[in-house]
């Protein structure tokens, strides 16, 4: 799976640098200074390296821990997202990190305690409720088998008393949280598509039974559940498909279970939507009905009006609506971002 692995200078003897390099006895390594000489390099092809990815372990110096944009959360409590990995193991054509990073390669931050010891002094500073995102960047879950993610940030989280964790995932890689005590604090959220949606664009990823196998699994063993419907895309037939897909999901899953569900229509970046489309000018999303915004590009306001009301009138069927969020276009997936730059 990995063939080379880059490992910072400044993280070379770190246990889990050590750690990780052990697990991949095959794999040559290569040391450099800092990671985005590797990462950050200009004229690198972002499609072809998809296909064989490297591993780079780096040190997150500072920006670890950052404030959520307007109009983005689960119930309006204090928020903030970290992201402890640069890009996904997955492929999904709707995504905006293979337009923001220059790099398919993964970047993975072993310096999980500074993590947490910024977290910790965020959740120090109010005894109000605070949420932390995880997942934004990369997958949650997808890579714990070698990043042991879940085994460091869940325990630290359950000895906070005020600190909410999201887990966002399409993974199955459920093994640790299965094998440890769930906290109700810590919400296992999955995004979700119609498997038409999951075949055509969300490449490289679980299909939708697999992962709501996973989520009935999690369920059962006492872990709180968050549904994300993010992005809605508008393909032919938006009604049936995606109310044969909701009514399959509650079918599924206990609505006792789940925690929170969140609906969102696609958005991303215009600059990061132009990257895309020259990476892959066959992909016929990118010549869907969209409408540039503020930088942004997305469906019409009408449209992603029609597509919010339809999909919350579904859900209200089997969720309260306390426990529904619309996440605005204005949150993480449709901002400007700037390029990953050291840190």
């Known amino acids: 799976m990995i063939d080379t692995i ?9 246990r889990r640098s050590r750690e990780i390099i052990a697990r991949f006895k095959n794999a040559r390594i290569v ?3 800092h990671y985005g000489e590797v990462f950050n390099r200009r004229q690198q092809n972002f499609r072809l390296q998809k296909t064989r990815p490297a591993l780079i372990l780096a ?7 950052l404030p959520i944009p307007a109009g983005y959360g689960i119930d309006g409590a204090r928020g903030y997202y970290f992201s402890h990995m640069l890009n996904c193991l997955y492929d999904c054509r709707y995504c905006f990190l293979q337009g923001m990073f220059r790099s398919a390669h993964y970047v993975l931050f072993v310096n999980y305690e500074d993590f947490i010891a910024d977290i910790e002094r965020v959740c120090g500073e109010t005894r109000e409720d605070v ?10 879950l997808a890579l714990d088998p070698v990043t042991g993610f879940v085994g460091d940030f869940v325990p630290a989280f359950a000895k ?6 999201e887990l966002r995932t399409k993974s199955t890689q459920i093994r640790s949280l299965i094998g440890m005590k769930a ?9 979700l598509s119609p498997q038409p949606v999951v075949a055509t664009l969300e490449h490289r990823t679980p299909d939708l039974d697999a992962r709501l196998e996973a989520m009935q699994r999690l369920a059962d063993c006492g872990w709180p559940l968050g549904i994300r419907f993010d992005p809605l895309i508008l393909i032919e037939d938006f009604e049936r498909i995606y109310g044969e897909f909701i009514d399959t999901v509650f079918s599924r899953l206990d609505g006792s279970t789940i925690h929170s569900a969140t609906v969102g229509t696609f958005r991303m970046p215009s600059t990061f939507a132009k990257a895309i489309t020259r990476l892959y000018p066959e992909e ?6 969209f409408v540039e915004r503020n930088g942004s590009l997305g469906y019409t306001e009408d449209t992603i009006g029609d597509m919010v009301t339809w999909t919350l009138e579904r859900l209200g069927q089997y969720l309260p609506p306390k426990r529904i969020f619309v996440q605005a276009p204005s949150s993480k997936g449709g901002m400007t971002r700037r390029r990953e730059r050291p840190s």
């Open 284 to 289: 016929p999303l990118y010549a869907g009905r």
């Open 131 to 140: 949420w932390f995102f995880s997942g934004y960047d990369c997958d949650s």
């Open 6 to 14: 880059y490992v910072e200078d400044a993280v070379a003897k770190h």
């Open 183 to 191: 906290h109700s604090r810590v919400v296992c959220a999955f995004s």
């Open 31 to 33: 040391e450099c200074r």
């Open 59 to 65: 040190r997150k110096i500072n920006r670890r821990v």
């Open 160 to 165: 906070l008393k005020n600190a909410w964790l």
